[in-house]
Every structure is written in structure tokens, then in C-alpha cells.
């Protein structure tokens, strides 16, 4: 089974920028496609990115599509979220996931979500 490990979160100013990395263990990081999710205090989970196996597709939530961005290295079973320009509604706890199929926006896809990282942008 895939344990993911995320971390990078912390506290930004609006206009900043955060890069997220989370971690799999195992030896079969490659054969998954990789998503970001958050959750805001109050809210539902919502899809933030994902990613096919070897990188070269990716999709964002629409409000996401310019300032992040999602990409993988395979060979050391880490996915990344970069994060500009930052708002004070990206403050959210942000997870990563897994899934089989070869591509997805739904969260119901994805599984094995780690424990979430932090991410707070102040005004």
C-alpha cells in the first residue's frame, strides 16, 4: 500500500508563493496518476490538480488554472504543487492523492490521501 507524506505548507503573505511536496512510498509511484486536494475551515473538499503518470497531462480547477502548478518526479516518488500569487482563500489544508486512472478532476477517484499540510495566506 502507498503511504503519501506531504509537506511545504506554511503561513504567506497574498502575493506570495509555497511549494508543496508530497512523498510515496512504495516502488510503483510511477503507475498512478497524482492529484492535490484542499479543504478550507467550514468547507468541502475541493479538487485542486492532478497529474498523469508521466507528467505530461495535467489538470487544474478552474481557479486555480495560472497560479498553480502541478508536476512529478518519478524518480523520487514525489509530486509538487507550486503556488503563486497567493490569496487569502487558498488557506486551506492541502492533501495528495492517488489514482488508477489515467486521468481525473473527481476527489471520489482518488484515494490514500496523506495527512494534509497547512497553507495560511494572510491579507
Known amino acids: 500500500q502507498v503511504q503519501l507524506v506531504e509537506s511545504g505548507g506554511g503561513l504567506v503573505q497574498a502575493g506570495g508563493s509555497l511549494r508543496l511536496s508530497c512523498v510515496a512510498s512504495g516502488r510503483t509511484f510511477s503507475g498512478y496518476t497524482m492529484g492535490w486536494s484542499r479543504q478550507a475551515p467550514g468547507k468541502e473538499r475541493e479538487f485542486v490538480a492532478s497529474i498523469s503518470r508521466n507528467g505530461g497531462t495535467t489538470y487544474y480547477a478552474d481557479t486555480m488554472k495560472g497560479r498553480f502548478t502541478i508536476s512529478r518526479d518519478n524518480a523520487k516518488n514525489t509530486v509538487y504543487l507550486q503556488m503563486n500569487s497567493l490569496k487569502p482563500e487558498d488557506t486551506a489544508v492541502y492533501y495528495c492523492?492517488?489514482?488508477?486512472?489515467?486521468?481525473?478532476?473527481?476527489?471520489?477517484?482518488?484515494?490514500?490521501w496523506g495527512q494534509g499540510t497547512q497553507v495560511t495566506v494572510s491579507s
Open positions: 492523492g492517488l489514482t488508477f486512472y489515467s486521468r481525473s478532476v473527481y476527489l471520489a477517484d482518488f484515494g490514500s
